[in-house]
């Protein structure tokens, strides 16, 4: 069986501000750097086979506090990059809604229908995370790696979720996920079980 341990970043200055950040490389702010340390001191396993992160610094940065205490450096996974948000990032919702009413209206109320300008579909981001979680997984099988780690972002992690749950991009937004948030996924012969969604205990601690 293979364990599978999505994993959000800790918070930016940007999430703080509500501007999407997309690609855009944010690193964490202090507030972020706090609950990644939390997170270190609370993971909810003792032992990690491999920790993959999305290259931008707020994931890399919080997969690295991780990674200290498994003593397992973090492999760099571009694949795992935010959505390309394209024009909007930066932009707070209320700016995307003035400034492009028709496709922000589609952001949540139908997202499978999004394009965003010079941006992601998501089911081009949808495409770009499970290609690479599945070449993954099934190397973690292969490999025996029992415990595998992904710091990511909240849209992709969504899209994951999304896949691994059956559940059609266009309630992509039910799923929450917080900063720091983790799920846990089983992977076995072929079934998949969800352990944990959206926990943030460690926060609580």
């Not at 993971?43 to 993959?52: C, E, K, M, Q, T």
């Not at 610094?57 to 760099?76: D, F, H, L």
């Not at 849209?155 to 983790?182: D, F, G, R």
Request: include cysteine; glycine fraction near 6%; proline fraction near 3%.
């Amino acid at each position: 069986m293979v364990r599978l341990i999505l994993v959000r970043h800790g918070k930016t200055e940007w999430n703080a501000l509500g501007k999407y950040q997309g690609q855009s490389d944010i690193e964490l702010s202090e507030e972020g750097m706090m609950q990644a340390e939390k997170l270190a001191a609370h993971f909810p396993v003792s032992r990690l086979d491999a920790i993959y992160a999305s290259d931008l610094r707020r994931a890399y940065m919080t997969a690295e506090r991780v990674g200290e205490r498994m003593n397992v450096e973090p492999q760099k996974e571009p694949s795992f990059r935010e959505l390309d948000f394209g024009e909007w990032e930066g932009c707070t919702y209320k700016e995307i809604i003035e400034r492009w009413p028709e496709e922000g209206e589609k952001f949540f109320g139908a997202p499978e229908k999004l394009a965003i300008p010079n941006g992601e579909t998501f089911q081009m981001l949808q495409n770009r995370a499970m290609t690479r979680l599945n070449e993954i997984v099934t190397m973690s099988e292969v490999e025996r790696h029992g415990t595998i780690a992904v710091f990511a972002h909240g849209a992709i992690i969504k899209t994951m979720l999304c896949t691994l749950m059956h559940i059609p991009l266009h309630y992509v937004w039910m799923l929450q996920q917080s900063n720091t948030a983790v799920n846990i996924i089983n992977f076995d012969a072929g079934y998949v079980g969800i352990e944990q969604l959206n926990n943030t205990e460690h926060l609580r601690i």
